[in-house]
């Protein structure tokens, strides 16, 4: 079974400073992991993907994610935070086998808020 | 390009009633996803479809719970009859491949259940 973890609910960071949001995993096969972003009252929008290669993905907005297998995690970043990233940031992974389907399963979500 | 669209964004009934969520996917998606949040807990997936076909319905809770997607076009998720513990949001994502990477997803509909 596949199951993630974002251990934060809610990140606090001043503008201008590096975000990070946390994400660990755990899939039987090889990890397709994504990150997706809801601002307030819009659908979840899609931020990044690791499918394979390079372990630092760069994605939407200015936000990247490292993946490290051997602590199988895929954290989100962003060097220089803005107001504007204020969201709810959602972790997903689905196993990378065809037989496993497109169902992703997401983590319980972090809300960052970005102080000016 | 239009995006996924989902009615009602919000829907509050009593415990008992029926409810109807519809989800117009991008037009050209074949594959077409229910999920939902409750509790403010984590996303979970309900069931997918293939056009007019229920590929997966693993996550379906249970029988009070009725997808259709007739025509392969929108799809609604009808509640019947309406439990408290439904209440939460839910979302509706299409792709034009199976195995797209990117989904596109709605705005959601709240349901609350009293």
């Known amino acids: 079974a596949q199951s993630v973890a974002q251990p934060e609910d809610q990140v606090n960071v001043a503008e201008g400073n590096p975000l990070t949001v946390k994400c660990t995993y755990s899939?039987?096969?090889?990890?397709?992991l994504f990150w997706y972003v809801q601002y307030p009252n819009r659908g979840l929008q899609f931020l990044l993907k690791?499918?394979?290669?390079?372990?630092l993905v760069k994605g939407s907005y200015g936000f990247e994610a490292e993946f490290n297998k051997s602590q199988t995690s895929f954290h989100l970043k962003k060097p220089s935070a803005l107001v504007s990233d204020s969201a709810l940031y959602f972790c997903?992974?689905?196993?990378?086998?065809?037989?496993?389907?497109?169902?992703?399963?997401f983590g319980g979500g972090t809300r960052v808020l970005v102080k000016p | 390009e239009a995006g996924v669209t989902q009615f009602p964004s919000h829907s509050v009934i009593e415990k008992g009633q029926t409810v109807t969520l519809r989800c117009d996917p991008i037009?050209?998606?074949?594959?077409l996803y229910w999920y939902r949040r409750v509790m403010g807990k984590e996303i979970k997936f309900l069931l997918h479809?293939?056009?007019?076909?229920?590929?997966?319905e693993s996550g379906m809770p249970n029988n009070r719970f009725l997808a259709e997607r007739t025509g392969g076009t929108y799809s609604t998720l009808k509640v019947q009859p309406a439990e408290l513990e439904d209440s939460g949001v839910y979302f509706c994502?299409?792709?034009?491949?199976?195995?797209?990477?990117?989904?596109?997803f709605g705005s959601g509909t709240q349901l609350s259940v009293l």
């Open positions: 037009s050209g998606h074949d594959n």
């Open positions: 479809f293939v056009k007019e076909s229920k590929q997966d």
């Open positions: 690791y499918i394979t290669g390079d372990n």
């Open positions: 899939v039987s096969g090889n990890p397709y």
């Open positions: 994502a299409s792709s034009h491949r199976r195995w797209d990477e990117k989904l596109f």
């Open positions: 997903a992974v689905r196993d990378g086998a065809l037989a496993a389907g497109n169902k992703l399963t």
